[in-house]
């Protein structure tokens, strides 16, 4: 029998009572079976603490597996966040120091071109002058000819 089986005889018991005339609250009851229900209540209550026990025991082992878990997932969740903003943060510094290479390389090429199309100029002025000094010469060499 369990305890609750025990306390709801005990309850029958009571309520079976005889009333002891002149008295509201006194009655006459079965003191051999109510000692059995209480030594069956002194029984069984060790095994329904020990199940108690091992239900709180049972609870704190599943709350603390359960805090664990949650603590392993905030930890994921935390380095993976961080592995994505490191990520963000080196894709940030690629595209600038890209951008900074396109930069110097545009640059470069407008410096290169200027300095091409100064030398380019600077030749063509030399050989324009030579045609032009070439030019003269056999323009007085014509001249010369033309007067012989």
Not at 31 to 50: G, K, S
Not at 77 to 97: F, G, M, P, Y
């Amino acid at each position: 029998m369990n305890i609750e089986d025990a306390l709801e005889s005990m309850d029958e018991i009571l309520d079976k009572a005889i009333q002891v005339p002149l008295s509201n609250k006194k009655g006459l009851v079965d003191v051999e079976a109510l000692r059995e229900l209480i030594d069956d209540i002194r029984f069984n209550l060790p095994n329904e603490i020990t199940q108690a026990r091992n239900l709180v025991n049972d609870r704190k082992v599943i709350i603390s597996d359960a805090k664990q878990e949650a603590d392993r997932i905030i930890r994921k969740a935390e380095d993976r966040a961080a592995k994505l903003v490191s990520q963000q943060e080196i894709t940030r510094q690629a595209n600038e120091k890209a951008n900074q290479i396109m930069t110097n390389a545009q640059t470069k090429y407008t410096e290169l071109c200027n300095t091409t199309n100064e030398y380019v100029d600077s030749m063509l002025t030399r050989v324009e002058e030579l045609l032009t000094k070439d030019a003269a010469d056999i323009k007085k060499a014509r001249i010369a000819l033309k007067r012989k």
